[in-house]
């Protein structure tokens, strides 16, 4: 079993939609989630952590399950530019930053 | 105002000739990572360095090396380049070890193995 899973997708949305991407994790032991977004081609960037009590940002909002091992991320009213690959991360426990990576959920936003 | 530089953004070498590629930061931090991204798959990290502590994944081959002259540079030797070993290579950087500590990664190096 991999230690972080995503469905690959690709999601594909019209403009304006709502979409919603699930992740899960093996390690219980787990302390710090995130989401990053990778464009074709180019490096992941931090698009946000996740907190237990869920956050949002704008447009986005990001929901941990910690007794599930269960992360989310929603993405209301979706534009072209945000069209790229959302990669769930978490880190792995053990003294030292180690961010363990799921493969990604594509997503494609059309006119 | 570039953070994470890493040079060339893209290489191609013969299947067997070492290659190495560099990655510098002007963040100041204390910890680099090289990560190796295959199409469709998620990044893998090889090593990290905390300052001058070297700390290698069990699971990266002895192919990969890597050194660290000083705070800004760290470089990624592959010593015998495979055909698998075509990917994208990312460094990334952290001000620290903790968990909470974002990673800044740089725009890869995309390596082809002829």
């Known amino acids: 079993r991999k230690e972080v899973e995503q469905d690959p997708g690709p999601f594909n949305v019209p403009e304006g939609a709502t979409v919603a991407f699930n992740c899960t994790y093996s390690n219980s032991a787990s302390q710090s989630f995130f989401w990053y977004r990778q464009d074709c081609r180019k490096e992941p960037k931090l698009l946000m952590s996740v907190y237990s009590s869920g956050n949002e940002d704008g447009r986005f909002t990001a929901q941990l399950n910690r007794a599930s091992q269960y992360i989310s991320l929603l993405i209301r009213d979706s534009k072209l530019s945000d069209s790229a690959t959302y990669l769930c991360v978490v880190n792995h426990p053990g003294g030292y930053n180690k961010l363990i990576f799921g493969a990604g959920t594509r997503l494609a936003v059309h006119p | 105002d570039a953070m994470v530089i890493q040079n060339p953004r893209y290489q191609v070498t013969q299947f067997g000739k070492p290659v190495t590629l560099s990655c510098s930061q002007t963040l100041n931090h204390n910890v680099m990572y090289w990560y190796q991204q295959k199409s469709s798959q998620a990044p893998k990290l090889l090593f990290h360095y905390y300052d001058k502590d070297f700390n290698n994944e069990a699971d990266t081959p002895d192919n990969f090396q890597s050194r660290r002259p000083n705070t800004s540079f760290c470089f990624l030797d592959i010593r015998s380049p495979g055909l698998g070993d075509a990917a994208m290579y990312l460094c990334?950087?952290?001000?620290?070890?903790?968990?909470?500590?974002?990673?800044?990664f740089g725009p890869g190096t995309r390596l082809t193995v002829l």
């Open positions: 990334a950087t952290s001000s620290a070890q903790g968990s909470t500590d974002t990673q800044y």
